[in-house]
């Protein structure tokens, strides 16, 4: 049996600029219809190249910001799809949106193009914190989005919280996630506040203006969070992530579970085994990563003249990958299988870190039980140094 492959595009539209936001976009769009050209020329390249190897079963549309395409737009995209590659059933097919798009003809009619999954960009219900953000929507908005994603019968949908917002109350942040569940919001993804270099914030902080909130803040805010969600039925699956039982992201788990899957759009990544990757066997050759140019004229242009836009590939060794796997999978709620860690990546933690794992259990920031290595909660806080510390080895990637 094959694994699995995750689908993902990266639509970079936006109606205005995040003042933390990272990812790539453009704002004053146009018409979408060259990037739409653009993009089914990049999938049937692909689907020629993977598509009979295996057999996609998830779909991911994020940005930017989807939902600036008009439902025939959005037609379009996921026909692409679904006429390139094998997607019989697939378990899950995610749309981002934003509060300000969704009316309740825009959601009805993504139901009725099989989208079953939504992400909705709330940030916070406090017109306050949306205003310092910059985000197009206000906290009335958000609230109604999501009573139009119940009555346009999504069964399942997640809505993104940041917390650690400089100067935000700290009751602003508990008011956020209480109010989350108690508009029956199934699945919840709260991230901390990062200051990249290249944004708004990035440079409101270089230059003094903003004062990034303390470590301190975060670790309130995030054991808050822990706490009241597993005490509200939320399965806390991964460090960011909190779930309903029955509504945790599938396709998130492509990316965590170290399968196969492929990204299409201005800087969207993608991530391809040599050989399929199979329980209890070494992959023969490791793997390779490619990414995107962060240019959405020069993406039109190169596929206009089929030519691939890919800006940066990576060999990835499977010294590297055992790192890469570590990694990820300690974010995870199931934690780090060494037996598979052992067998597929051919890396012995425990006989080459004992004493950094007797430290770390000691110190009550990890346990092993069952071959299963896991962050305790007290681990999770320092999730970064913990892993770095594990690190088998530091090997630099072969770019080519």
């Not at 653009?38 to 598509?51: F, L, P, Q």
């Not at 119940?150 to 956020?176: C, V």
Request: hydrophobic share 35%; proline share 4%.
């Amino acid at each position: 049996m094959s694994s699995p492959l995750g689908l993902y595009v990266h639509v970079p539209y936006c109606r205005q600029r995040c003042s933390y936001c990272d990812f790539y976009f453009v704002t004053g769009q146009k018409s979408p219809a060259p990037f739409l050209a653009a993009v089914k020329e990049e999938i049937a390249h692909y689907a020629d190249r993977y598509g009979d190897k295996v057999q996609a079963d998830t779909i991911y549309i994020g940005g930017g910001t989807p939902s600036r395409l008009d439902l025939d737009e959005t037609f379009a995209l996921l026909d692409a799809l679904r006429t390139s590659f094998r997607i019989d059933e697939p378990l899950e097919v995610t749309f981002e949106v934003n509060p300000d798009d969704c009316t309740d003809d825009y959601l009805a009619g993504l139901r009725a193009l099989g989208v079953d999954r939504l992400s909705l960009g709330v940030q916070s219900f406090f017109d306050a914190d949306l205003k310092w953000m910059n985000r197009a929507h206000t906290g009335k908005q958000a609230e109604a989005a999501i009573e139009g994603i119940h009555k346009a019968g999504f069964r399942t949908f997640s809505a993104d919280l940041i917390m650690g917002l400089p100067d935000q109350p700290e009751e602003y942040w508990q008011a956020n996630v209480e109010k989350a569940v108690r508009l029956g919001v199934p699945h919840l993804s709260t991230y901390m506040l990062t200051v990249e270099e290249q944004t708004p914030l990035g440079n409101q902080v270089r230059r003094g203006l903003v004062t990034p909130a303390s470590d301190g803040t975060f670790e309130r805010r995030f054991r808050f969070t822990m706490d009241y969600l597993r005490g509200q039925g939320f399965d806390h699956y991964e460090i960011s992530s909190f779930a309903r039982p029955g509504h945790r992201a599938v396709h998130n788990h492509r990316y965590w579970d170290h399968v196969n899957y492929l990204g299409f759009g201005p800087s969207a990544h993608s991530f391809w085994w040599d050989t399929a990757l199979r329980e209890h066997t070494l992959s023969a050759g490791g793997a390779e990563r490619w990414s995107n140019l962060r240019s959405l004229t020069r993406y039109n242009a190169l596929l206009g003249n089929h030519t691939l836009p890919v800006e940066e590939r990576q060999r990835l060794t499977l010294d590297q990958l055992a790192n890469e796997h570590l990694m990820l999978r300690l974010r995870t709620e199931d934690g780090v299988d060494l037996d598979r860690l052992l067998h597929v990546y051919g890396a012995d933690l425990v006989m080459e870190k004992v004493d950094d794992l007797a430290a770390l259990e000691e110190a009550g920031m990890v346990t092993l039980r069952g071959g299963r290595l896991r962050l305790t909660d007290d681990g999770k806080m320092l999730a970064d140094a913990v892993t770095e510390r594990l690190m088998l080895r530091d090997p630099a990637p072969r770019r080519r």
